[in-house]
């Protein structure tokens, strides 16, 4: 379950149920905050950004649970991505379009789940779910397990 984030200089390879630890020091000279829970769901749980890079992790009992890349800006968050992954180009990620994000990841061996979800296109592979979402105009991509639509 590994994949890549880029960011302008620099790649940091992630894993889904990565070690809360391994996977902040992996991001380098890239600034990483937590994110204050007010209303905190689970104990578990807890948040982290990259600053200025527009992207946040989330993990779930100390393990890297999801990833979420925000395409726009959105209040309070810390900016917008402007990178790639290894599952999607920079030209797609920009295009922000769910025809071109759906055929690429097909190309790649994904599948569309069951379920269609409004606001969103999602695809899986054996490992991973990648979703395309854009609810109210804000756009982001979130990388997990896909558990919850399997």
């Not at 309070?76 to 797609?92: A, C, M, P, W, Y």
Request: proline share 6%; aromatic share 10%; net charge negative.
């Amino acid at each position: 379950m590994n994949f890549e984030l880029r960011f302008p200089g620099r790649t940091v390879p992630l894993h889904l149920g990565q070690p809360l630890e391994q996977a902040i020091t992996a991001f380098g000279d890239l600034q990483t905050e937590e994110i204050a829970d007010e209303d905190p769901i689970s104990p578990e749980r807890r948040a982290f950004c990259v600053v200025d890079e527009g992207a946040e992790l989330l993990f779930l009992e100390a393990r890297l649970w999801a990833v979420f890349l925000h395409l726009t800006q959105k209040p309070g968050s810390s900016g917008v991505f402007r990178g790639s992954t290894d599952l999607l180009s920079k030209e797609i990620i920009d295009a922000k379009d769910d025809r071109a994000f759906a055929e690429v990841l097909e190309a790649k061996g994904f599948w569309p789940p069951k379920r269609e979800y409004p606001f969103s296109v999602d695809r899986l592979n054996e490992d991973f779910r990648v979703r395309l979402e854009n609810r109210r105009g804000e756009i982001m991509i979130v990388i997990d397990d896909g558990a919850m639509i399997r």
